[in-house]
């Protein structure tokens, strides 16, 4: 049963496949732990396991299995529900189910249009602007979006103009960046007064999947963040949980009451003071 599998991410199958490619910096290289000969040997077993799963459920049924686990009540399909990618739909079902913060100028960082078309189609947004640190055009899987705005967001000087933004998509940006205090300072001041920050990272995830691979932050840290940058928290949490394979792997309780687990995700929502 759908049910009773963990919250696999099939895309995982070609990015574990072995590479013999040199480390030569290229930002689309191949993570530099799962391409080691040795590591994907220990894959080996999990991958045929996801085979024989996917030989009995179709991979539109195991993503809507996955949405329900997390969603239950959730009718809305988005474009990585659609395409059968099960590494977006937690986060288009998390942000959907948000969509009543999402407003005014709106800025999708490093965001392609196509994954997150819903948010265009709303009628509390006038505008999107779309941003990277240094490409004219963003690009995820096969999908591409002209960027507005190349800058680096945790530099000291703003690439924008302050208080020119109503909303702000931050979603899995914030862990390649130099400084995450400087940019959830620079976020902050990017804000219009009452609007939101939509901050999302991995967690528990693969260490290198993307060049550079910087942070990691706990809801804690959220916490520290949006103190820093004298922002209100409206919301922290997370989805997807490890904790029962730790659970069986060590012998250890995690995931009980008194902790977190060991989330995929954590995330957070903040509004600049009015």
């Not at 732990?33 to 195991?62: G, H, R």
């Not at 078309?117 to 963003?138: G, I, P």
């Not at 940058?229 to 250890?252: H, I, K, P, R, W």
């Not at 060991?262 to 929502?269: A, F, G, L, S, Y």
Request: glycine share 6%; charged share 25%; with cysteine.
């Amino acid at each position: 049963m759908i049910s009773d599998l963990p919250s696999l991410n099939l895309n995982w199958i070609s990015i574990l496949l072995p590479t013999d490619q040199p480390d030569d910096g290229r930002e689309d290289k191949p993570s530099y732990l799962l391409s080691d000969p040795a590591l994907y040997q220990a894959c080996v077993p999990a991958l045929k396991t996801i085979e024989e799963v996917l030989a009995k459920t179709s991979i539109a049924d195991f993503c809507s299995g996955v949405k329900q686990e997390h969603f239950p009540n959730s009718e809305f399909v988005g474009s990585y529900e659609e395409a059968g990618l099960t590494i977006g739909v937690l986060v288009e079902q998390w942000l959907h189910q948000r969509r009543e913060l999402i407003k005014g100028r709106v800025l999708n960082m490093s965001g392609v249009q196509h994954w997150f078309s819903f948010v265009y189609e709303l009628e509390t947004v006038k505008e999107v602007v779309v941003s990277d640190y240094s490409e004219a055009e963003v690009e995820k899987f096969g999908y591409r979006t002209k960027v507005d705005v190349i800058g680096d967001f945790s530099a000291e000087t703003l690439p924008m103009e302050a208080e020119s933004l109503d909303t702000i998509l931050c979603l899995s940006v914030l862990e390649h960046c130099d400084d995450p205090f400087q940019m959830i300072i620079n976020l902050g001041q990017l804000l219009r007064p009452g609007g939101y920050l939509f901050v999302e990272c991995p967690f528990a995830y693969i260490d290198g999947h993307l060049d550079p691979d910087n942070w990691r932050f706990c809801r804690d840290g959220y916490r520290l963040l949006a103190k820093k940058a004298q922002l209100d928290l409206v919301e922290t949490g997370q989805y997807g949980n490890y904790a029962s394979f730790t659970s069986m792997l060590y012998g250890l309780p995690v995931g009980t009451e008194t902790d977190r687990g060991i989330p995929w995700i954590n995330w957070m929502v903040c509004q600049k003071p009015s």
